[in-house]
Structure formats: structure tokens, C-alpha cells
């Protein structure tokens, strides 16, 4: 067994796969105590199993977690090219929210309703999984606020509000004091509050998942890059090591299927960056108010957002998106980029100019061409 340092750290002169940075400076990384976890043994030698799941994050994960669950007896190994939650699951912005909650790129408003209803499915399948397994990952269910910041935003965000009554949800749109009650910010002319969403240390809950995977008795190999796929009746997967055969197998490798050649043309890497704050003082945070701690996000993009830390940081998401040349995979930071959203969280709150920044960090995440989930019918 070795520990996350020891894998990827100069001293013991190993590099990481080719596939992935070599250092993340990432704080949920650090406050889930990546650092000393113990990384699962590669795969070595030839297996079989009767599914074999490609990728350790949210995907893989709840893969195997409900496979499992519906074929107690079924041979399951899931293998994972760094640890559980090296990808986006253990980097992202810490919110467990129906994003965007009318999903604007679709025309079709029973689609955009089935879309929501999924994506509330999916934050109460998170909920039932923490509360059944004791699963410690920070989970706040402090709600959701969406903010305006001049009139085009706010006419959508009125109409948003009024969409998302008619289908039954609890929110509230807050202007002026209102909105000061639950956030002080100049930019700021109005918000949507919503009851559902929680935040949350992503990195805390991928690694709380895989050992509840394991003690369910799915064999998960993590050091293991798969790096070849012969898809047919039984298909056989081959890693660095090792190999195994399968009659079904889950691809759950998100922005890094292309290089294994799985949807290619279906999927893109984007890149998305995050910093986390010095812990604010008590007067800082009297200063912006913010006193529910809910999940902030804007109407600019898709991403811009922020959420407290339980430490009292400020993490913060957002500015630039970014897509590398061929989609290419990039380092697990931009320096450029993490100064522009540093800029963009002093805009917000001008009583934080000077506030430091502890980390920075981001991470390449799927995107399909139209931005909105896609099925393949003819595989279902
Ligand atoms: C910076 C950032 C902020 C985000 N913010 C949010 C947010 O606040 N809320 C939200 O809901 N979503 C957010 N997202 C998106 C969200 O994180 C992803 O949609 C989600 O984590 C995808 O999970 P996944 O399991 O499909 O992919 P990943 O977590 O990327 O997992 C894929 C795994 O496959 C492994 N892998 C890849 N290739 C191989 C191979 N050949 N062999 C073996 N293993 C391989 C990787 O190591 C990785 O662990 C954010 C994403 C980023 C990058």
C-alpha cells in the first residue's frame, strides 16, 4: 500500500501517469487528508469480472455503488487511473445543486422539466447515500441563491421565478434590502432564493464513496490507467499491468474518454478554475453579511459561483472557461486565470481587497456539443 504523497511527491523520483498533473494544489484535497490516504494497489496480471468500470469519480462511483446493489453477486471492478476523486468529482466548485435550474439551451420546456426532475433526483440520491452511510463530507443543505447584477439579468431571472413556481418549487425573488439580509454586495441588484441545494467538500465525498464501494465488496484498483479497449462480445480492457475481460463494461472517464477514443465527437474537455481564500475574519464576514451560507451563483455564465468553506474561505469559481488546443489536456492550474477571479471576488465584496489566496486549482471536465445531456436511443 502507498499514500498519496509517496505517489506523486519528487522524492521517491515516480511520476504520475502521463494522463494527469503533477501537483494539484487543491483544497478540498487537503482538508479531506488526501495526503495520508492509502491509494489502492494497481491491477496486476489477467481477471475477470462481470463488469469493469473505467474511472473513479462521481460517475464510476455511483456505477458501481447502485450495480451493486441491484447484482449482490455479481464480480464488479472498477479501476481508476490516479485515486478516487482525482478528476473533477474531487476538484469542483462544492455545489450539489440542480444546475442552472431551467436549462436555457433547450427549447422544448417538457425537456427542460424532465431535466430539473433528474437533476433533483440526483441531489436526493446524494442526500439518501450520505444519510444511510454515515458519509462525512461537510454536506450543508443551506439552499441556493441566484444573482442579478443589472436589468438584462434580472428580467431572466424574474422569468425563471416564474417558471419554477408554476412547477411547484419554493422561490423567492429579493431586491434591495432583502437581498442585503442575505448578502451585501454593490454589484448586486437582485436574487432568486431557492430552498433546494446543498454545498459540500467534494474530494470528502468521493473518497467517503469508494470505501463504502469497497465494503459493499467491489474491487477497486486505483494507480490502474487503463490504456487500451477492445470492445466485442467480451471486451478486454488493459491497464499499464494488468488486464481483465468483461461482457459489460461502464465507461466513466468524462473529460478524458477521447484519449481511450470513446465520444469523441460527442464530448469536449473544458477547463474550469477555482480559488480558495484565507479564512475570512468575523468582521470580514459581518462585512459582506452572507449569513446563510448558501451557494452564490451569477447570471453571467453557467460558471461563476462561490460557497463558504466550513473553515471560513471564500471558494470561488468562474471568470474564464477554457478549451485547449485539439482537446488537450492541460495543468491542473492557470495562473491567469485565478488572478481574474480573484479580481472578480474583490468587484464582489471591495472590503476583501488584499484577501490572500491559500490555493488554487482546476480541472478539465466534459462537455457535450449543445451543453445539455445526451442519450444515445439507438443503445438504449
Ligand atoms: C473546477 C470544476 C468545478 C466544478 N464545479 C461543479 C460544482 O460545483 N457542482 C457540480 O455539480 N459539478 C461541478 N463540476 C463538474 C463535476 O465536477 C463533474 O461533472 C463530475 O465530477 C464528473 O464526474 P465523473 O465521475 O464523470 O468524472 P471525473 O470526476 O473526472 O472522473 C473521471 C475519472 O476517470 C479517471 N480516468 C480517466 N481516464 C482514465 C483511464 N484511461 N484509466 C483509468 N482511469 C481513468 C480519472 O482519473 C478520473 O478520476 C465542476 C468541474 C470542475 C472541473
Not at 440542480?98 to 427542460?112: C, G, K, N, V, Y
Not at 425563471?160 to 448586486?188: A, F, M, N, Q
Not at 469559481?317 to 488546443?325: C, E, F, I, N, P
Not at 481574474?340 to 465584496?349: G, N
Request: charged share 25%.
Amino acid at each position: 500500500m502507498k499514500n498519496f504523497t509517496s505517489i506523486y511527491s519528487k522524492r521517491e523520483g515516480l511520476k504520475p501517469p502521463e494522463l494527469y498533473e503533477y501537483f494539484l494544489d487543491n483544497f478540498w484535497f487537503k482538508a479531506a487528508g488526501m495526503e495520508n490516504e492509502i491509494i489502492n494497489e494497481p491491477l496486476r496480471g489477467r481477471h475477470k469480472a462481470d463488469v469493469v468500470i473505467i474511472g473513479g469519480g462521481f460517475t464510476g462511483l455511483s456505477s458501481a455503488y447502485n450495480i451493486r446493489r441491484r447484482f449482490p453477486h455479481k464480480k464488479i471492478i472498477l479501476l481508476e487511473g490516479a485515486c478516487c476523486g482525482y478528476g473533477a468529482s474531487g476538484r469542483n466548485g462544492g455545489f450539489c445543486v440542480a444546475t442552472s435550474l431551467i436549462d436555457r439551451d433547450l427549447e422544448d420546456p417538457d425537456a427542460r422539466k424532465e431535466n430539473l426532475n433528474v437533476s433533483l433526483h440526483g441531489i436526493e440520491q446524494i442526500k439518501e447515500c450520505i444519510d444511510v452511510h454515515g458519509l462525512d463530507c461537510d454536506f450543508k443543505e443551506n439552499g441556493m441563491l441566484d444573482v442579478a447584477m443589472n436589468d438584462v439579468q434580472v428580467k431572466i431571472m424574474q422569468e425563471e421565478c416564474r417558471v419554477l413556481r408554476e412547477w411547484g418549487l419554493d422561490v423567492e425573488t429579493l431586491y434591495g434590502k432583502e437581498l442585503e439580509k442575505e448578502i451585501k454586495s454593490p454589484r448586486l441588484v437582485a436574487g432568486l432564493k431557492t430552498k433546494q441545494g446543498a454545498i459540500l467538500n467534494p474530494a470528502k465525498l468521493a473518497r467517503g464513496m469508494k470505501k463504502i464501494v469497497e465494503d459493499m465488496g467491489v474491487e477497486i484498483r486505483e494507480r490502474s490507467v487503463v490504456t487500451r479497449v477492445v470492445p466485442g462480445k467480451i471486451h478486454h480492457v488493459d491497464t499499464e499491468l494488468g488486464e481483465a475481460k468483461t461482457p459489460a463494461i461502464v465507461i466513466a472517464t468524462n473529460a478524458y474518454s477521447h484519449r481511450l477514443g470513446f465520444f469523441q465527437n460527442r464530448l469536449y474537455p473544458i477547463y474550469t478554475y477555482v480559488i480558495a481564500t484565507e479564512p475570512l475574519t468575523s468582521a470580514q464576514w459581518d462585512a459582506i453579511g452572507w449569513q446563510n451560507r448558501q451557494g452564490l451563483s451569477d447570471y453571467r455564465t453557467l460558471f461563476n459561483y462561490m460557497i463558504p468553506s466550513i473553515d471560513g474561505r471564500i471558494i470561488i469559481g468562474g471568470s474564464d472557461v477554457k478549451y485547449y488546443h485539439n482537446d488537450g489536456i492541460a495543468p491542473g492550474n492557470n495562473k491567469t486565470v485565478s488572478r481574474e477571479i480573484l479580481k472578480d471576488l474583490v468587484r464582489w465584496f471591495p472590503c476583501l481587497e488584499g484577501i490572500k489566496v491559500d490555493h488554487a486549482w482546476g480541472g478539465p471536465t466534459a462537455t457535450t456539443l449543445d451543453q445539455t445531456p445526451s442519450i444515445d436511443k439507438e443503445t438504449l
